[in-house]
């Protein structure tokens, strides 16, 4: 080798070895903190989520303590009730995760015997409804939902509080417990006990092409929302939780559509990121676009107004016109559940036309899939609800 050639590369070497070795000194030696206590928001702090608004995914953080057993920084979890598993023989092709609180009894039987006893009705479509609860420190109120479960074998609990700041928690579960306990399925819903469903409307959401896109959560896509900062508020986010004045676009969590993989998906990034108490924010947005996935709109099939589906169940004409939402908010009446899902199975019976108009606005005169009704007048309703409800 000439002299000029063997230099060059000596030389070469030599920034190499330094590089390496300056990596290994300054890099290797910092640690990012370990969550040592999960309930405490200072020491999750000590992991700010810098780069949440980046387009590019930022680097995954190790950390030593999580393991696949681990639920997000959850080392030691598990479940303090367990539902039953989808069939191995796979009949069930659509998964129904609902948020819950300990003591809504009535709001989960109202769903049993409503539209999640909707296989009844539909000669393609099997469901699973799952309760994801939290633990409850009252032993007579835990007593109740241990015989619930015994009875229904339908709950899911996991070993941690149910508090606000605890909800991703429950949600990372659900997802979690999908991806062990049913992974044949072919389609997971995630929703709130408070959400009333309109089986067939679900059903042709089911059919659509966007429905069958892998790595895609459907949703209605909350943009540009602002990030409360007022002391003393209830969703009050510190900025070394959260940075920016907007969350990044995440799903709302009174109804969201997914599949198996996608759940897998944002479980396992849970991993790698920081703990953040708003679940909707941190799963469907963060964790959702860490892994890849995808938000497809599907707002039209949501109603915001607040007396809509009541309007349209208790409509005293029995115009022969259907709700065209397939979700919106009963605010825990389970006698509103009831009503809506029998005017659901009378307007199949008697083929009601499309649709039943409870706002002022054009908009209202579209059905789930943007198509125009043509109907004209209707009652209008008293609000609009912007921000999502938690359970």
């Not at 206590?37 to 190790?62: F, Y």
């Not at 947005?285 to 809509?308: I, Q, V």
């Not at 409870?358 to 007048?377: C, I, Y």
Request: proline content about 4%.
């Amino acid at each position: 080798i000439p002299m000029a050639l063997r230099a060059k590369l000596k030389r070469n070497a030599s920034i190499l070895c330094l590089v390496v070795f300056t990596y290994i000194v300054v890099f290797k030696a910092v640690h990012l903190p370990a969550v040592i206590d999960q309930t405490d928001s200072v020491l999750r702090g000590l992991n700010p989520q810098r780069c949440v608004h980046d387009p590019v995914p930022c680097p995954r953080i190790v950390y030593p303590e999580r393991d696949n057993e681990s639920l997000i920084d959850l080392k030691n979890f598990s479940y303090v009730l367990d539902a039953k598993p989808c069939s191995e023989s796979g009949e069930e092709n659509l998964l129904v995760l609902v948020h819950s609180a300990a003591d809504h009894f009535a709001q989960r039987d109202s769903i049993r015997t409503s539209w999640g006893a909707g296989s009844g009705w539909l000669k393609n479509l099997t469901i699973k409804v799952v309760f994801l609860l939290a633990r409850t420190p009252e032993e007579s109120l835990q007593d109740l939902i241990a015989h619930e479960n015994r009875r229904h074998g339908d709950t899911v609990q996991g070993d941690f509080v149910d508090s606000y700041h605890n909800l991703t928690y429950k949600h990372v579960m659900g997802l979690r417990w999908a991806v062990d306990r049913c992974a044949s399925v072919d389609h997971v819903l995630k929703m709130d006990d408070d959400i009333f469903v309109h089986l067939f409307r679900l059903s042709e959401i089911l059919g659509s092409a966007a429905a069958m896109k892998p790595r895609t959560i459907l949703c209605y896509v909350q943009k540009q929302m602002p990030v409360s900062r007022s002391e003393g508020g209830k969703w009050r986010v510190r900025e070394s939780d959260y940075p920016g004045s907007f969350f990044e676009d995440y799903c709302s969590g009174w109804a969201y559509i997914t599949d198996v993989g996608s759940a897998r998906a944002v479980v396992a990034e849970s991993r790698f990121r920081p703990y953040f108490w708003v679940d909707d924010v941190h799963v469907t947005g963060t964790l959702a676009r860490m892994a890849g996935l995808t938000l497809a709109k599907m707002n039209r099939a949501f109603t915001t107004e607040a007396d809509s589906l009541s309007l349209w169940s208790q409509d005293s004409q029995r115009r022969r016109l259907d709700w065209r939402f397939a979700f919106g908010p009963t605010w825990g009446d389970v006698d509103l559940v009831s009503r809506a899902h029998r005017k659901v199975l009378w307007c199949r019976r008697n083929a009601c036309a499309c649709c039943f108009r409870a706002s002022s606005g054009g908009d209202a005169e579209k059905d789930v899939f943007g198509r125009r009704s043509g109907v004209k007048g209707a009652a209008a309703g008293r609000a609009v609800v912007r921000r999502v409800s938690r359970r």
